[in-house]
């Protein structure tokens, strides 16, 4: 007897012409998914990170999937082979009346209690270790970025090299970073995918955001929240460079011209803006821009 | 519905249901009570809570809704007696009581604004505004409430269901009378004391 | 001057936005005229008043509640449709057809009517018709709230879509934060629509709350105790004490934002000592709640059909009672896990963190009984149980992705993402709107007396569950490319054009599973003789479907005594008999036309308040107080049913 017959012999379970057309479709879904992969270069920078605090992210993103996944399989496995097997005609073993079992129920408070507890005390730990307030591991002193976002523009103020840089935040590589941001505008999120897990910008507030990038390169920042009409055009660029060219940028940074407290509410109307540098020269206009909203008669 | 035994008018189904209402409402003024909570220390560079309250006038409110709380619940009880015009009385006093109240509290309002403290000038005004004003608003609604009940008892006899509306009035008042004295420890006396 | 002109705020311009409103605004009126017209024309303005309108029967109300909730369906989907097709555009380089202002506020509009106007609305719905059937009452405790709350509802309705026509919505998203929603960044009217639609519609949702909480509470049938009571009524008792604990804290901050907005205070002001952050940890306190008041129903639903659909009963019911009433309690504790990047800290992220997963828990042991409940059973399956195993088959997928998001250092990543886009349509679709749609098909031949018809039912669940993998596991992708959410222009150098696109042709799947249920209603309708239901078309468990199809205005011809749980399976296979002693009169409530004065005169406040007419506002309170009191003098309420038309 040829394999071929003798395969054509086996008994497999009846696949009924629903379950068949599930199958088509989820492969059809796959199939798409699959085209699009193929059909370009996509970056996932949740997965693909470039900076310290972004890779630590991943690593506890992928950890819960996976546990998800530990839960998840198995049940699903039940809930098929269960509908399966018991379903109507199978001819399987019926208790109408079989509605508790003190065992099967404290095993089931107990699996989800021990898997929640094995991911609440990484949550525990996380939350401290990953907490954006809390500087880098780095004996370095970190570079100090004000961060603004203005209606519909990201100003960017570095108070010790005295830059000021609209939608363009340039970076030493592998240099740690503090950020304290505030928002002259409605509220709005920072995020820079690559970089670090993001954090909101509010008025007359400022939050703190520490991060490095471990690659040179060009990464996309953004507002993740809505703070406007034109708000999904707050993006900027993350330039993360050699330390010797950041230098240089500075240098030519300053070339750009004045910034005032003038230039400044100039720029805070709304509006777009292409990125450009200033040479800063009011260092009190990150304080200034929160402390607006905490006084009084105006 | 026959069939059922009876129940008193606070224990029955619409007893019950007028507790709940009262408990949402009692969610509700906690709601502002948190917001005013956070919010009282944000004058703006206006004036506190001690630059504004009298606690003298709020006292003397705080007394005339405690003895209209009083002359609700002994209004009930004549009513619960069968002395119609007694409980006529009593809640015609409490209605001016009510109004007197209102009145004063009216009054209160009408002079920080005269003196330029608008709850336009700070959150700390705005959650002062709103949370005595809610309880006022309330006390407005009860009052509407008790002309409601003494216009329509005037002229009929005190029928259960009468006794019904009467318990859930008195209910309503005993509670803003509780509400109030939350608003006069918290919001008049830590205002002033701070 | 607040009082300038009589006129308020209305101007003319707020007429004509554009060509893309414009076919709103046609397809808005439109559509109402041709339902008035042909109301008019077919005669049947009468009849729909008498019988429909002014009634007080607790299963017509529902069905009321489900009609306007699926029409609003339509519309929140439409809505879903026009953001897709704008992200399609709009992430390939086009501007697409809709301007950022206007992307805005159709997402606003789609989740505001998805949860307000369409879950809740189902929900109330579906309690409707169910909960007096399920406990053995006549009625719902309070008849006439019962029908002022729907006219609150739909009142918020009107207004949602009167926003459609006249002005504009919010553009703000569905919880419209401040600042941006105070009247410094948004001075247009839509946020004031937004503002007093969901606040009519919320309270109406906290006076159903009260009326279904003492339904349950005073209403049970003779020997009907609490843990003898059907899981679903569990379920609504459970959602009815987190509704009524919650809805207060929304109505309080609406009522604030509104002030800020009309009055110019400085609740949640940017300046002048306004706290934002106070209203979003309101308006979450209320929120998060929120979910579970629709999901907690639905789960109860799911919890009928699987005992029913498997012919065993309910395995670890008193396990399921404590599930619900741990996520009651759960629910609580878990709110500022919406802004765990707001900066609060580790404990507190932590905290809300770890209480966020603990929720898992009894969720999943909901999903274990449900799983052995199957174990060892019949399961037979028609739709409502198809709509089961879709629902565990996307919600477990859901859930997996709620955990994750609830570990803060992964949702600094995923915040506001599409990825938390993705994953709360997984919950909601998943959880929530299957299940309505599983109750429906499961209760709506106990109210119609007709089963509707199986196979495009189970058609209509295909195309859900394929559509909605198809729609939304693309968009999990999208997060997990660093996609944030609300955004009507993408990079195209980002190259999510494809994804949108695949997740474009699961909307259609999606579409044509809608469109499969409007044909199947409309064909069920139609053949409603051959699909006619007896009292007990599924070889049901519970009271309801101890009576006949459809039910008695009265409900139950003489009131049943119970003496176990599942009291109707246990009457059928040789129990005691749920019906003895002789028929006497019975009373319902009569026709009364307050709910309908009380609801459009809410509506007309809610239109004064939102374009400052405030010369409306005491005249429409006046109206809502007069009908009140006026009420108060009706003496007879009711109408007697005598015992002789019973026995025949």
Known sequence: MSMLDKLSRLKVPELSRRAFAAICALTALALLIALWLASGQHTFDLFQTRGQIANRERTLLIFSMLLAALVLVPVYYMLYTFAWRYKTGHDHKYSPNWDTDKKYETIWWGIPIAIITVLAAVTWVTSHSLDPYKPLNDDRQHLKVQVIALQYKWLFLYPDQEVASVNKLVIPNKWPIELDITSDAPMNSFWVPQLSGQIYAMPGMSTKLHLDAQQRGTFKGMSSNISGADFSKMNFTVESVGIEDFKTWVTNAKQGGHFTADSYTKLAKPGGAQPVTYHLHDKSIYDNAIMKYMGGHQ | MSRQKYESPTTNAVGLGFWVYLMTDLMLFATLFATYGVLRGNTAGGPAGHDIFSLKLVFAETIILLVSSLTAGLALLSAHAGRKTRMLQLLVITGVLGALFLGLEINEFRVLLADGHSWQNSAFLSSYFTLVGTHGLHIFAGLIWLVATVWYALKRPLSPRFMQRLTMFSLFWHFLDLVWVCIFSIVYLMGVLA | ?648
Not at chain 3, 435 to 451: E, N, R, S, V
């Open chain 3, 1 to 648: 001057m607040i009082f300038a002109s009589w006129l308020g705020k209305l101007d003319w311009s707020y007429f004509w936005h554009g060509w893309v409103q414009f076919g709103g605004q046609i397809a808005t009126v439109g559509g109402a005229l041709t339902v008035l017209a042909a109301l008019i024309y077919f005669k049947k303005l009468g009849w729909l008043y008498r019988n429909w309108l002014t009634s007080l029967d607790a299963k017509k109300i529902g069905v009321m509640y489900i009609v306007v909730s699926v029409v609003m369906l339509l519309r929140g989907f439409g809505d879903a449709i026009m953001m897709r097709l704008q992200q399609i555009l709009g992430s390939g380089g086009g501007h697409g057809f809709l301007s950022g202002d206007h992307f805005q506020q159709v997402f606003t509009a789609h989740g505001t009517i998805m949860i307000f106007f369409v879950a809740m609305g189902l929900m109330f719905g579906i309690i409707n018709l169910i909960l007096p059937l399920q406990l053995g009452a006549r009625d719902v405790a309070f008849p006439l709230l019962n029908s002022i709350a729907f006219y609150l509802y739909l009142a918020g309705v009107i207004l949602v879509n009167l926003s459609l026509v006249f002005g504009e919505f919010g553009a703000v998203g569905w919880l419209a934060y401040p600042p941006l929603s105070e009247l410094a960044y948004s001075p247009g009217p839509g946020v004031d629509y937004w503002l007093w639609s969901i606040q009519i519609a919320g309270i109406g949702s906290t006076l159903s709350g009260i009326n279904f909480l003492v339904t349950i509470l005073k209403k049970r049938c003779k020997g009907m105790t609490l843990m003898k009571m059907p899981i679903f009524s569990w379920s609504i008792l459970a959602t009815m004490i987190l509704l009524l604990l919650v809805f207060p804290i929304l109505t309080a901050t609406l009522f604030m934002l509104s002030l800020d907005r009309s009055m110019g205070m400085h609740f949640f002001t940017a300046d002048m000592g306004g706290n934002a952050m106070m209203y979003i940890n309101l308006i979450w306190a209320w929120g998060h709640p929120e979910v579970y008041v629709l999901v907690l129903p639905a789960f109860g639903m799911y919890s009928e059909i699987v005992a029913t659909f498997s012919r065993k009963r309910l395995f670890g019911y008193t396990s399921m009672v404590w599930a619900l009433m741990a996520i009651c309690v759960l629910s609580f504790f878990v709110w500022a896990h919406h802004f765990f990047t707001m900066g609060a800290g580790g404990n507190v992220n932590a905290f809300f963190g770890i209480m966020t997963m603990v929720i898992a828990i009894p969720t999943g042991v909901k999903v274990f009984n449900w799983l052995f409940t199957m174990y060892q059973g019949r399961v037979h399956f028609d739709t409502p149980m198809w709509w089961f195993m879709a629902f565990a088959t996307t919600f477990l997928i859901g859930g997996g992705t709620g955990v994750m998001l609830a570990v803060p250092a992964i949702d600094f990543q995923v915040h506001n993402s599409l990825f938390l886009v993705a994953h709360f349509h997984n919950t909601i679709i998943g959880g929530v709107v299957f299940g309505y749609l599983a109750g429906i098909a499961y209760w709506l031949p106990k109210i119609f007396g007709f089963k509707l018809h199986e196979r495009l039912g189970k058609a209509a669940v295909y195309c859900w569950v394929t559509g909605f993998f198809t729609a939304f596991m693309p968009i999990y992708l999208l997060g997990f490319m660093g996609a944030t959410r609300r955004m009507e222009q993408f990079d195209p150098a980002l190259q999510y054009q494809g994804l949108f696109i695949i997740s474009g042709i699961g909307t259609a799947i999606i579409g044509l599973g809608v469109l499969l249920q409007v044909v199947q209603l409309g064909y069920s309708i139609w053949k409603r003789k051959e699909l006619a239901a007896g009292h007990d078309p599924w070889h049901g468990r519970t009271l309801e479907w101890s009576v006949p199809s459809p039910a008695p205005e009265y409900n139950f011809a003489r009131l049943p005594v119970v003496t176990e749980r599942d009291a109707f399976w246990v009457a059928k296979h040789g129990g005691p008999a749920l019906y003895s002693g002789p028929f006497k009169d019975i009373e319902v409530p009569k026709e009364s036309g307050v709910g309908l004065v009380v609801g459009l005169a809410a509506a007309v406040f809610g239109f004064g308040v939102i374009w400052q007419l405030w010369w409306l506002l005491p005249i429409a309170l006046a109206v809502i107080i007069g009908t009140l009191i006026k009420q108060t003098y009706v003496e007879e309420t009711e109408r007697i049913i005598p015992a002789k038309e019973l026995k025949a």
